[in-house]
């Protein structure tokens, strides 16, 4: 009798052994499901922060792009106007660098608002200064034969001593709409092809400068 009381206790003291490993076994589940818990609340928390930021930087980016577009067009359109047979790739130019510029992640690369750039770049009434200088920047990343045909057509430029007749044409249009009435002479024509002249050689010294 003793040794059958014996073993009932100690299944009994078994069973309470068991009921305790199973009730820590569920403690320790709960603390790590609370663990688990926590650490993806704090994951969710630095992943919306991240996205806040983000778009509070991209809000900035686009209020900086703004304020550079309010300080430009209405010089630039208004120049651009005049010079109907640009105007529209001229502006489309000029907003692909801002962008580039501005916002790069929404920027994407065009090949033909590329060309129309690097091929009047050195006419001051298509690419203005403020355009002029940020593709300064921009051609700092040409490779390959972009290089080498930008490069040969800043040389060529500094070479020359005459300007061309479009970029004296584009002068005039120009002059007569702000001139008041006052003729464009052949005077008037000889002393912007020496200002012109001079702007051209030091956009073409500008681009060798940076890809030389």
């Keep these: 009798m003793a040794s059958r009381a014996q073993k009932l206790v100690w299944e009994e003291r078994e069973r309470q052994r068991k009921r ?3 009730g820590k076994r569920a403690a320790d589940t709960e603390d790590e499901q609370a663990q688990q818990e926590k650490e993806r609340k704090a994951e969710e928390e630095e992943r919306l922060k991240r996205q806040q930021e ?3 930087k991209r809000e900035q980016r686009k209020q900086e792009k703004m304020k550079e577009d309010e300080a430009m067009t209405p010089e630039v359109r208004e120049r651009l106007r005049l010079l109907a047979r640009y105007q529209a790739k001229a502006l489309e130019a000029h907003n692909y660098l801002l962008l580039w510029k501005t916002d790069r992640e929404a920027w994407k690369f065009k090949k033909h608002h590329q060309t129309f750039l690097l091929k009047h770049m050195f006419n001051p009434y298509v690419v ?7 593709l300064m920047e921009y051609i700092g990343g040409l490779q390959g034969r972009s290089v080498d045909a930008t490069v040969k057509a800043a040389q060529t430029k500094l070479e020359e001593d005459e300007v061309q007749e479009e970029v004296l044409s584009d002068a005039e249009v120009v002059f007569n709409r702000f001139s008041e009435g006052k003729p464009f002479t052949e005077a008037v ?3 912007f092809a020496s200002t012109l002249t001079q702007l ?5 010294r500008s ?4 890809l030389l």
């Design 189 to 191: 024509k000889a002393k």
């Design 207 to 210: 681009v060798l400068q940076v």
């Design 54 to 56: 983000k778009r509070a």
């Design 20 to 22: 305790q490993r199973k």
């Design 200 to 204: 051209i050689h030091k956009r073409a």
């Design 128 to 134: 203005d200064q403020m355009a002029f200088d940020i």
